[in-house]
Nanobody, 123 residues
């Protein structure tokens, strides 16, 4: 069963930055598109960004464009989400999953959901 492990979350002040990591174990991440999703308390899970297997296709939801950057290092079997200029409304648990391509900011997940990593933006 393909599964990814998220890390890098934490508490940060508004305007701060965090870099989330998404590590694959036991399989080669390079064959798969990756999606980052988030779920805030009381809200539905939403797509944040995705990247195609070779990194040529990237999508962002409008609210994070110009602040977040998705990337991947296939040699390290890891994907990343660099988050800058964080806002309180970015507070959520962030998840990464394998997705069925990156043609939409809400791609279809094809791997299991992990535990995610908590991001809290607060002063």
């Amino acid at each position: 069963q393909l599964q990814l492990v998220e890390s890098g979350g934490g508490l940060v002040q508004p305007g701060g930055s965090l870099r989330l990591s998404c590590a694959a174990s036991g399989f080669a991440l390079r064959y798969y598109a990756i999606g980052w999703f988030r779920q805030a308390p009381g809200k539905e899970r939403e797509g944040v960004s995705c990247i195609s297997s070779i990194g040529s296709g990237i999508k962002y939801r409008d609210s994070v464009k110009d602040r977040f950057t998705i990337s991947r290092d296939n040699a390290k079997n890891t994907a990343y989400l660099q988050m800058n200029s964080l806002k309180p409304e970015d507070t959520a648990v962030y998840f990464c999953v394998i997705v069925a391509g990156c043609t939409s900011v809400n791609p279809t997940p094809t791997s299991s959901w992990g535990q995610g990593t908590q991001v809290t933006v607060s002063s």
